[in-house]
């Protein structure tokens, strides 16, 4: 391993990232969020988070005193999985560990909300037929590609379009795991309602194709997200509650750009979250991602959509906003975004490999490359194994 060179480091030290903010019912030290990041190291079967290394992940990631940490995504049932190696947040092994994790997060004086995620057809159908469970969607028949449609069709799993009951049960199920976070001392939750999984795939109209109150219209295709965000507003209390969106994301064939209604559809929503707000029911920050990211899974700086931006949000939504999309390479682009007072970063791979990176942005120190090989590995490497700027020193990746 050794420190990239993909881009000339800039101290950010004097800047608004590292002004205190009211988050909620706290106040962190540093604008710098650690976003949600499958990792895929939870024990099979039982969706436990590892035994093993993840409290030691999350306590070299929150050990600057006052950051936010958002955990990687964890299912509240187990109707909303998917993906074996991915953490639920239901059973009571499960709600264990994530106390642990939670304290060690806690003792590092810094703060955890977990993100709350349901796959819908992001799930593998086979996975979910061998358990008895089904392939849900907003709609029957969309398939997210060939392969998944073939996959589902050979499992005997076709792709549900979930009934009103159904997504009844769903609410419930975001309510319980997030009253299981907060009782696992928890600082709030965030609702996963971006990059193709459930809720947008209800958001979507390429993937809501519904007839009845929940398709049709921009204020039908948004009722799942809000009712979600209201159930778990009144179960814990909307300082609690946060939400991601990714508006122009195109991951998991989303409509992105592409659709001309898009920025209305979730203007739309952001107003509904304000007018919350504006009744006593504010949440603790919207989560956005950037159209500088609309594929995770690609390449840093590639799929890049420039034909617009999120900043119609802060004419909108008068709360804190987390902006994510590949700020680490690009703290230029950083300085310009913290102008707004109400403005976070979050920096994902880099916050993976590198577990001190609040310090080294405040210092403008080299970061430690990542390895994507090692992104989803069930191993300790790649995991807990990168090294602070100091260690890196002593072992001499300055001279590499």
Not at 64 to 90: C, H, K
Not at 154 to 175: F, L, R
Not at 201 to 226: C, H, M, V, W
Request: proline share 6%.
């Amino acid at each position: 391993m050794a420190f990239t060179k993909d881009f000339t480091p800039v101290a950010l030290k004097d800047t608004n990232l590292f002004k205190p903010m009211k988050i909620g019912n706290f106040e962190v030290q540093n604008r710098a969020a650690m976003p949600p990041l499958t990792r895929m190291r939870a024990h099979h079967p039982g969706h436990i988070p590892n035994r093993d290394w993840a409290v030691e992940y999350y306590k070299q990631r929150s050990q600057r005193p006052g950051t936010l940490i958002v955990t990687e995504g964890v299912f509240p049932s187990m109707q909303s999985g998917g993906y074996d190696n991915a953490p639920g947040i239901w059973s009571e092994e499960q709600i264990a560990e994530w106390k642990k994790i939670f304290q060690a997060i806690h003792d590092n004086k810094s703060f955890v909300f977990p993100q709350l995620w349901v796959l819908g057809r992001q799930g593998f159908p086979d996975s979910l037929a061998r358990d008895g469970l089904r392939y849900d969607s907003a709609s029957d028949g969309i398939y997210l590609s060939p392969e998944q449609e073939e996959l589902a069709k050979k499992s005997n799993n076709p792709q549900h379009g979930i009934t009103k009951d159904e997504i009844k049960q769903y609410v419930k199920d975001y309510v319980q795991g997030a009253k299981n976070a907060i009782a696992a001392g928890a600082d709030g939750v965030e609702i996963h309602s971006a990059n193709s999984y459930l809720l947008n795939q209800f958001i979507d109209p390429k993937t809501n194709k519904r007839t009845d109150e929940y398709g049709g219209s921009i204020e039908n295709r948004a009722r799942f997200t809000l009712e979600v965000v209201d159930a778990i507003s009144d179960a814990i209390g909307a300082e609690r509650t946060a939400i991601r969106l990714s508006p122009y994301g195109t991951y998991g064939d989303m409509s992105g750009g592409a659709e001309p209604i898009i920025v209305a559809q979730y203007a739309y929503i952001i107003g509904e979250l304000e007018k919350r707000a504006k009744e006593g029911k504010k949440l603790a920050y919207l989560h956005l991602v950037e159209p500088r990211e609309l594929n995770p899974f690609a390449p840093e700086g590639e799929n890049v959509y420039t034909g617009g931006t999120t900043d119609f949000a802060y004419s909108i939504w008068t709360g804190p906003i987390i902006r994510a999309g590949n700020y680490a390479i690009h703290p230029e682009v950083v300085k310009d975004v913290l102008k707004d007072d109400r403005t976070l970063v979050a920096y994902g791979r880099y916050f993976i490999s590198n577990p001190d990176l609040v310090n080294r942005l405040e210092k403008g120190l080299p970061l430690n490359k990542y390895n994507r090989d090692t992104f989803y590995t069930m191993t300790a490497e790649g995991y807990i194994d990168y090294p602070n700027y100091e260690e890196a020193i002593k072992m001499g990746w300055d001279k590499q």
